[in-house]
């Protein structure tokens, strides 16, 4: 299916959201040695250790990486809190985090009215709602200070609003969410950009000023946006290494590092990575399957806890009961092309197995042939990174091969 | 598949319309969707629908399969985020929420949503600023359309 294209483009001002602070927390010092190898082998002050055991235990996540954040109210080096069982999510941008695990009073957010500001964020499967609070936070050696995050679920603002209802269902508790947040490090600097700073019906209805539980669609500048924490940093911040092992049937857990900045220390080096640029407006480039060109319709998506797309004529079964998965009655190996915006094409090969099978212990959270059906688009989910040092480049962020927004493995 | 352009883009302003029922409801919704989403509306036909497709200034791109009885039996999305689902899938949007959550609960995780109901099938996939989805009436689908039609 070709692409539909269409014209609308968002401005990409990223003024005014660079700002440089001296760390205040000491971090480790050790060099940098990156092996080449999938999962470990680095160190510094730019990494921090990713699992995909969930805060929830068995049974409550299969194929998710999580990480721990350490959250300050701003200007405090002392209130502060370590909030594990966050997931690390490159399909979206900005820090969530759950009302219920937070303990530190944040800075509300505040619109031209005086009002709190509250954001309703559709991801595919729901909606997160809450307010917007300013953070300092700390990932191992980097630091953002004055971040605007999500806090999801509070009890302040209860009520969500009808607009943001009428985008799907909440999500907002850990049984949700299966987190204790999401720290998203996708390819966008701000989780919406330029439609959200104008006004009337160009504005997709994502921030609000509430009232008490009295709610309106509310303009909010780039600067103000729930942003991608990597662009706060004062180094490091043009993007993500994800590094992680391979994952071989269905296994107890898988571990690695999500490296913070490209090309900016020894342990984030391109190397001989394919770069794939993604639309500049979508995040996407393209995926040929069987046959099935997904133009500007697929992405890597390391918060999608499988591969899903349409197996179109290789009609592969969806499980009975479980049926956004697939359940091939012996393992498939199948490959397909991906194609960056700037042309550059490289094959992919990868297995689908029975998820019955594969999920059949509650206990083994890293499972790679995990897919499901998803006709229109191609979801590179986590099985994708695994084995892999995948790089997602930060749109507008310079990199040694170029400007983000960029994909790489 | 060949499609006639049946008439020219029509730019419709708000006006203030009842919430209007749009899949499994009647032709005449499509108008109130429109004005709703201040969308400007392109048509185009085959033998046995016609494909009313509104582009709002959200960026969202939403297509209403009306039948040749003049019944809205599929709709499609596709934008930088989701359009108003209450209003666009109308009486099947609450079965659409619980299915949601259901599925949820099943999956141990994030995806794209696959509902796949004997009475109706939702699938939307997706990402941050880029949002493509489906929803169809199987029964209400015209004798000889396909689902695969519905894009």
Redesign the interface.
């Known amino acids: 299916?070709k692409p539909?294209r269409?014209n609308?483009l968002?401005a990409l001002s990223l003024a005014g959201v660079f700002i440089a602070a001296a760390g205040c927390s000491g971090g480790t010092s050790s060099s940098s040695i990156n092996t080449g190898g999938g999962g470990s082998g680095s160190s510094g002050t730019n990494i921090q250790s990713i699992s995909s055991t969930p805060p929830g235990g068995p049974?409550?996540?299969?194929?998710?990486v999580f990480t721990s954040v350490t959250v300050c109210s701003p200007g405090s080096t002392t209130n502060c809190q370590t909030i594990d069982g966050v997931?690390l999510d490159t399909?979206?941008?900005g820090l969530r985090i759950l009302s219920s695990a937070l303990s530190v009073s944040l800075s509300q957010q505040t619109g031209a009215n005086g009002d709190p500001v509250v954001e309703c964020?559709?991801?595919?499967?729901?909606v997160t709602w809450g307010p917007v609070q300013t953070a300092d936070i700390t990932i191992n050696g980097e630091q953002a200070k004055s971040l605007p995050i999500q806090v999801i679920g509070s009890s302040n603002f209860s009520t969500v609003s009808n607009?943001c209802?009428?985008?799907?269902?909440p999500?907002d508790t850990f049984?949700?969410l299966?987190a204790n947040g999401i720290l998203?490090v996708?390819n966008?600097p701000q989780?919406?950009?330029g439609?959200c700073t104008e006004s009337?019906?160009?504005?997709?209805?994502?921030y609000y000023t509430c009232s008490g539980a009295n709610c309106e669609v509310t303009t909010e500048s780039i600067a103000n946006q729930v942003a991608n924490p990597v662009i706060f940093f004062p180094t490091d911040n043009n993007g993500v290494l994800i590094d992680l092992s391979s994952v071989s049937g269905a296994q107890a857990n898988v571990t690695g590092s999500v490296i913070f900045g490209i090309g900016t220390q020894s342990n984030n080096a391109l190397g001989s990575a394919t770069v794939y640029t993604v639309d500049p407006?979508?995040?996407?480039f393209t995926t040929t399957f069987n046959n099935v060109t997904y133009g500007d319709?697929a992405?890597l998506?390391s918060?999608?806890?499988?591969l899903?797309f349409d197996s179109n004529t290789m009609n592969i079964p969806v499980c009975n009961?479980?049926?956004?998965w697939y359940c091939p009655s012996s393992t498939l190996n199948l490959s397909a092309t991906n194609q960056g915006f700037n042309g550059a094409t490289g094959t992919v090969s990868f297995v689908v197995g029975n998820a019955d099978t594969l999920?059949a212990n509650d206990s083994d959270y890293a499972v790679n042939g995990l897919a499901?059906?998803?006709?229109?688009?191609f979801?590179w989910?986590l099985p994708f990174f695994f084995g892999r040092k995948v790089f997602t480049a930060i749109e507008g962020q310079n990199t040694p091969a170029g400007a983000g927004p960029y994909v790489a493995y | 598949m060949k499609l006639t352009i049946l008439s020219g883009i029509l730019v419709v302003f708000l006006l203030p319309f009842p919430a209007a029922a749009s899949l499994g409801g009647d032709v005449t919704s499509v108008q109130a969707d429109v004005a709703r989403m201040q969308a400007t509306l392109q048509t185009s036909s085959t033998d046995s629908y016609t494909i009313h497709d509104m582009q709002a200034p959200t960026g969202v791109d939403v297509k209403e399969y009306v039948s040749n009885a003049g019944k809205v039996f599929a709709v499609t999305w596709k934008g930088p985020v989701h359009p108003d689902l209450q209003q666009l899938l109308g009486p099947y949007f609450q079965q659409f929420v619980q299915a949601e959550q259901a599925e949820r609960k099943q999956r141990h995780g994030h995806g794209p949503v696959v509902i796949q109901q004997p009475g109706l099938v939702v699938q939307i996939s997706g990402h941050m600023r880029s949002f493509y989805g489906r929803a169809y009436v199987p029964q209400m689908l015209p004798a000889g359309v396909q689902a695969e039609e519905i894009r």
Do not use: H, I
């Open positions: 299916m539909m269409r609308k968002f049974g409550s996540y299969v194929d998710g997931l399909g979206s941008s964020l559709p991801f595919v499967d729901g607009g209802l009428n985008y799907g269902a999500e049984a949700d299966g998203g996708g966008f989780d919406c950009g439609g009337g019906a160009n504005n997709p209805g994502l407006n979508y995040g996407n319709n992405y998506d918060g999608s806890n499988a899903y009961d479980l049926t956004f999920t499901g059906p998803n006709p229109g688009m979801d989910g």
